[in-house]
Every structure is written in structure tokens, then in C-alpha cells.
Nanobody
Framework: QVQLVESGGGLVQPGGSLRLSCAASRNIFTFNDMGWYRQAPGKERELVAAYTSGGNTRYGDSAAGRFTISRDIGKNIVYLRMNSLNPQDTAQYYC?????????WGEGTLVTVSA
């Protein structure tokens, strides 16, 4: 009954910025971990950023130094601020939440970086 819903994707030119948001449809529990993954055409899904309930963060190599993850733990909301976007960032971005071993995925939001 709990669903994750992303928003904020779209078309942006190289060098631009976007902020993605993800929120749970119901707050019947608090996710242990939340994060963002992405999948580009012809590539496997990869970690972009993750944020644990303890406040630890982890970034994928492609995101480090450019992207910032933040989270409202009690409200089950997670954000991803993306700066200095380039065409290689074009992908479907998925929100993830983990609660006691069960993983929840959003439907994804498309980010396209093109001049």
C-alpha cells in the first residue's frame, strides 16, 4: 500500500541544474534507507546517492561533487539536487526506500540533458 512518487525530472541544457523529489504515499512506517538510482539506455541501473536513517550518505562516482542528497526522515521524503548536468546524466531516475529488508521503488522520472 506504500508507494514512492518522484517528481522534478525534465529537459535541461548542459550545465544546468534540477532538483528531484520523492515522497511516500503513506507514512505508516519510516524507511531505514532512501536513495536515488538511475538507468540510462543500454546500461545497468546504478547508484546515484543514498541516505540512511542514521544520517550517513553515499554517492556514486558519477554523482560525487555535483549532486547532493537530502532527506526528511520522519516524512519519508528524499531530494536530489543535481548541478553541472551533462548529457551523460540523461537517464531514468528512480527513488528507492528500504524498510526492514523490503525494497520499494518509484516509477521513475526522466532527466534529459541536451542543448
Amino acid at each position: 500500500q506504500v508507494q514512492l512518487v518522484e517528481s522534478g525530472g525534465g529537459l535541461v541544457q548542459p550545465g544546468g541544474s534540477l532538483r528531484l523529489s520523492c515522497a511516500a504515499s503513506r507514512n505508516i512506517f519510516t524507511f531505514n534507507d532512501m536513495g536515488w538510482y538511475r538507468q540510462a539506455p543500454g546500461k545497468e541501473r546504478e547508484l546515484v546517492a543514498a541516505y540512511t536513517s542514521g544520517g550517513n550518505t553515499r554517492y556514486g562516482d558519477s554523482a560525487a561533487g555535483r549532486f547532493t542528497i537530502s532527506r526528511d526522515i520522519g516524512k519519508n521524503i528524499v531530494y536530489l539536487r543535481m548541478n553541472s548536468l551533462n548529457p551523460q546524466d540523461t537517464a531514468q531516475y528512480y527513488c528507492m526506500g528500504n524498510y526492514r529488508g523490503t525494497v520499494y521503488w518509484g516509477e521513475g522520472t526522466l532527466v534529459t540533458v541536451s542543448a
